[in-house]
């Protein structure tokens, strides 16, 4: 049997943000993941960081790369009715900002950071359970390359995702779910071209919303909102750049610029909040314990912010004996979580089509876009929660 102080189930931006993060406090952890290196490292995601996340990033030594390839966005488009609108970020919120910079990207350079000051991930591992979390001693079991293993610990950190294995396996009658979902998914490619506004555009149009992003100076990313059941076969490239050239149509001629599709995939939408995030000594964060629609590029972000606040808990557990903290963890959380939730809740409901509105409902939404675009007051408010609330 291996021991550790803290065991991570999942290598996604969470689990290897806790480990990372507790190797800088002097704590020792393990990292269990399903997957291969190459898998998660090649995995398409959001790809928009907060300031708060970069801020992060920087100061816990992972600014390196990001700082150098990362596209600041000082601002973002929101185009309605024939007209695109600017929010500035940089007036609205005393020049705070946001990174374009691939989640797998941030997932390679937690790798390399993890890999390099000699942190263990144990790739491909088959069958985790988490047991006896609720004592003094929880353990983690699973296969690898056909051998069991086990692993003891003081803590565990859930960060398995959110089709993972640390929710169910707590107890029933323990957690309470907040669920929505949304009518509609997103069908998202990138396309080999150079992106044709140095920011993003959402737009808000009759045939549905759809949004324009880019992953580096060579590479466009965008989304149509489309049928949660959508066959993507239906969906040849001609008529996704239809599409996507009428909605993203506006008054000063802004388009998107066209290139071959490389990737093509659809991305569901829903909320979901269990609360609380912890159950004796195992600790949810993450997908594993929350899931944001993609409007306003938040999953990666919440992920981070979850374990910043169970590092510095399970720092002043080993530092000072100190558990107050830890108790608290899933107060802590949960109030920026659902700060969150309703941030991109209501950039969704802003944007999208519903099905079941009608023609007073579109108006309403024209006239929330016009009101957001145009009152200060409003316009910080997207801009403030856009760049990212302070951490707690
Ligand atoms: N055993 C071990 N690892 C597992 C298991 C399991 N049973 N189940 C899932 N995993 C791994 C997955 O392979 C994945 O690498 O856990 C990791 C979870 O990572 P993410 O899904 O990326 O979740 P998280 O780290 O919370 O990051 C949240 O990722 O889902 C996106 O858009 C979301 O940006 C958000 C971010
Ligand atoms: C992305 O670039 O993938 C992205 C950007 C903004 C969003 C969602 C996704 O709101």
Known sequence: ??????????????????????????????????????????????????????????????????????????????????????????????????????????????????????????????????????????????????????????????????????????????????????????????????????????????????????????????????????DLERWPDERIWAELLTRHSTGDGWAPRQGPIVQKGLTGMRSFVVEPMQCGRLFLAGDAAHIVPPTGAKGLNLAVADVAVLARALAAFYQSGRRDLLKRYSETCLRRVWKVQRFSWWMTAMLHRFQTDNAFDRRRQLAELDYVTSSRAAQTTLAENYVGLPLD
């Open 1 to 230: 049997m291996v021991r550790t102080q803290v065991a991570i189930v999942g290598a996604g931006p969470a689990g290897l943000t806790l480990s990372h993060l507790l190797h800088l406090e002097g704590i020792e952890s393990i990292i269990v993941e399903a997957r291969g290196q190459d898998y998660i490292e090649s995995r398409v995601r959001a790809g928009v960081l907060e300031q708060t996340t970069v801020d992060l990033m920087v100061q816990s030594g992972l600014g390196e790369r990001l700082l150098r390839e990362g596209l600041v966005h000082h601002g973002v488009w929101l185009n309605f009715g024939g007209q695109r609108r600017r929010i500035d970020f940089d007036d609205l919120t005393g020049g705070r900002a946001i990174t374009v910079y691939a989640q797998h990207e941030v997932v390679k350079d937690l790798i390399k950071a993890r890999l390099d000051s000699g942190g263990q991930i144990l790739f491909e591992a088959e069958d985790v359970t988490v047991e006896e979390f609720q004592s003094e001693a929880p353990r983690l079991r699973f296969r690898k390359g056909g051998a069991e293993q086990e692993i003891s610990c003081d803590f565990i950190g859930g960060c398995d995702g959110f089709h993972g294995i640390c929710r169910p396996s707590i107890p029933e009658g323990v957690l309470a779910v907040y669920d929505r979902t949304y009518p509609f998914a997103w069908l998202g490619i990138l396309a080999e071209a150079a992106p044709s506004s140095e920011e993003l555009v959402y737009s808000y149009h009759d045939r549905g919303f759809a949004l324009f992003s880019m992953r580096s100076p060579g590479v466009t990313r965008l989304y149509l909102q489309c049928d949660p059941e959508e």
